[in-house]
């Protein structure tokens, strides 16, 4: 399979950013599950997401974080959903910013796909509360 180019600014950069805002523990824990069948796919999300999108300049991470929670959740991404609000201890978005967001969701997508991130976020808040790692 492909060798990823980990050496590549872009690569750098995602990476670089993927670790302030996920934290170093999660991209430590996926890369240290990653396989070489993977390692393409780590490779574009590094690139990619992290690199291009979430290092782009004009919106912060408060906002991007935001966007991409209304998605997750309007996508019923429930994993993605629960990875990003324990992402936001990271990001400076709030409960309430979150709670903003599966609003426009219950709207623009739907009541069930806006009822269902905000069970999930409940219970990362539940788990981030007890750990006392807890974005307010």
């Known amino acids: 399979m492909h060798q990823p180019a980990q050496d590549s600014a872009r690569y750098r950069e995602g990476l670089a950013v993927r670790r302030s805002v996920l934290g170093d523990a999660h991209v430590d824990r996926a890369s240290k599950a990653s396989t070489e069948f993977d390692q393409p ?6 690139e990619a997401a992290w690199g291009t999108v979430w290092a782009r300049p004009g919106w912060s991470k408060r906002e991007r974080s935001m966007v991409t929670l209304a998605l997750l ?5 429930g994993e993605e959903v629960a990875m990003h609000v324990r992402a936001t201890a ?11 967001a599966f609003l426009h969701v219950a709207i ?8 269902r991130a905000i ?3 409940k219970e990362v808040f539940a788990e981030m509360d ?3 790692d807890n974005a307010k």
Do not use: M, W
């Open 90 to 100: 990271n990001t400076g978005a709030t409960r309430e910013d979150i709670c903003e």
């Open 73 to 77: 959740a309007a996508l019923g991404h």
């Open 41 to 46: 796919f780590q490779q574009l999300i590094t």
């Open 119 to 121: 069970k999930i976020a």
């Open 130 to 132: 007890a750990q006392g």
């Open 108 to 115: 623009y997508a739907g009541v069930p796909a806006a009822n």
